[in-house]
């Protein structure tokens, strides 16, 4: 068993695609638009098989997306190759305007990372799968 998706709301389509496609090298399938329901998304693909939709409505309301929930999801991990993978990413994401919130670091459990937000204040860790 394994997780075959994962799904976020946006009120920029085009925006986040660009963000995932720029700094993680995401692929994205065709535009889906279910004109009835005023849905729009797209299926990112990423190099390890995983996926991510991103989805949007013209007008979101609280059945749609809860902003100000404090459970569900909590971030999004994307590993790199290095700890100076980590650190080249988080300097190039920083240059380009998007906040790095924490680190980069060694946290407690041995992880090296650093978390930035995309545009739409999402949590991405960027970790490294080099051993510690």
């Known amino acids: 068993m394994f997780i075959e998706h994962i799904a976020v709301w946006t009120e920029d389509l085009e925006r986040l695609r660009s ?3 720029t700094y993680f090298s995401a692929h994205s399938g065709s535009l889906y638009i ?3 329901k005023q849905f729009r998304s797209y299926f990112l693909h990423f190099e390890s098989g ?8 013209p007008k979101l309301t609280n059945s749609d997306i ?3 929930s404090q459970t569900g999801f909590a971030h999004l991990a994307m590993a790199v190759d290095s700890k100076e993978a980590v650190n080249a990413l988080s300097a190039q994401l ?14 407690g459990d ?8 995309d545009p739409d204040g999402n949590r991405i ?5 080099e051993e510690i």
């Open 94 to 107: 920083e240059r380009d305007g998007f906040s790095i919130v924490d680190g980069p670091r060694f946290t």
């Open 125 to 129: 860790e960027i970790t490294s799968l």
């Open 34 to 36: 279910n004109p009835v």
């Open 66 to 68: 809860d902003r100000y």
């Open 19 to 21: 963000f995932y496609e």
């Open 110 to 117: 041995g992880y090296y990372e650093s978390v930035c937000l």
């Open 50 to 57: 995983a996926r991510l939709e991103i989805m949007s409505k």
